[in-house]
């Protein structure tokens, strides 16, 4: 069995993770065989790739479109390595390389240095982007840029949500009823009425 594995982290919100779904299909990975996420790659434990992990059985392998979606962790990598190893797996790397440990548990020097070293360049390329990130941010507040959401206002709260404020306070209806006539989330009016009970 051909399993694919897509990523794409916040840090990356412009990324199109539907590229590498179809690059994952135009490699022979079905649509139920994608395990698809938006998380950091730094991050270990992301439930998506854990399913795959645990889902791979002797034989099957593992797709991605480059080793920064898989993981930018040189670590990590190292214990995806040992797990293809292990589980006698093929692990292909689009336009990169295929490891095939199917009919053997050893992976060639050379093959198991350029993975680390591409795990390398991966985890310095996301430090980078955190790096310009922070940076960004850092001038922009040097200029008085005022960054975050803005703050949420009585003149931003829905009519409807204003409108039934009295009744709610008179406790004619309960906020359950109070959320579902103005078709809104509980934690949504929690907000609401906290900026309305303060003006």
Do not use: W
Not at 15 to 21: E, F, L, P
Not at 110 to 124: P, R
Not at 150 to 158: G, M, Q, R, S, Y
Request: glycine share 4%; proline share 2%; hydrophobic share 35%.
């Amino acid at each position: 069995m051909i399993y694919g594995y897509c990523r794409c982290s916040t840090i990356e919100g412009k990324q199109d993770v539907n590229r590498q779904k179809r690059e994952l299909k135009s490699m022979g990975v079905s649509d139920s065989c994608i395990y698809m996420e938006y998380e950091s790659g730094t991050k270990v434990n992301r439930p998506e790739l854990m399913k795959l992990l645990n889902t791979v059985q002797t034989g099957d392998t593992i797709a991605t479109t480059e080793i920064s979606r898989i993981t930018r962790s040189t670590k990590q990598l190292c214990d995806i390595i040992e797990l293809v190893k292990e589980k006698h797996l093929k692990l292909i790397i689009k336009d990169s390389i295929t490891i095939d440990c199917t009919d053997s548990k050893q992976i060639d020097a050379m093959s198991n240095a350029f993975l680390q070293i591409a795990a390398v360049f991966a985890e310095l390329e996301r430090n980078m982007i955190c790096d310009r990130v922070k940076s960004g941010m850092n001038n922009a507040r040097a200029k008085g840029v005022k960054l975050g959401r803005p703050a949420l206002t009585v003149d931003k709260i829905p009519t409807k949500v204003v409108a039934l404020f009295e009744r709610y306070r008179e406790k004619q209806i309960s906020k359950t009823e109070y959320a579902k006539l103005c078709d809104i989330s509980r934690p949504t009016l929690n907000k609401y009425i906290s900026i309305l009970t303060d003006k």
